[in-house]
């Protein structure tokens, strides 16, 4: 199956995750299909945070793929976010 899930980048104490399309059966931070995106949950105020290709996300999801929990949730909020603006 495939999935749309955070991959762990950076350094000790300060992660930064690439949401990232994969198989199911590869590793956390292993092989993936395509990079749609970044995560930076530590990042300053005035840095970009969240960043996702929704329209890539859309064509995925239309392929089968399934978010994790953390990606949905993102997902989630990006949406929200930019409904607001």
Same mark, same amino acid.
Request: avoid cysteine; glycine fraction near 6%; proline fraction near 4%.
């Given at each position: 199956m495939v999935s749309i899930r955070l991959s762990r980048a950076g350094a000790k104490k300060q992660p930064f995750y690439h949401v990232v399309i994969t198989d199911s059966r590869? *590793?956390? %931070?292993?092989?993936?299909?395509?990079?749609?995106?970044?995560?930076?949950? +530590?990042?300053?105020?005035?840095?970009?945070?969240?960043?996702?290709?929704?329209? *890539?996300? %859309?064509?995925?999801?239309g392929q089968g793929?399934?978010?994790?929990?953390? +990606?949905?949730?993102?997902l989630k909020v990006h949406r929200k976010a930019k409904a607001a603006s």
């Open positions: 590869n *590793r956390r %931070d292993g092989r993936y299909i395509e990079r749609i995106g970044y995560f930076n949950p +530590v990042g300053k105020d005035h840095e970009v945070n969240l960043l996702i290709d929704i329209d *890539r996300v %859309d064509h995925w999801i793929a399934q978010p994790s929990e953390r +990606v949905a949730s993102l």
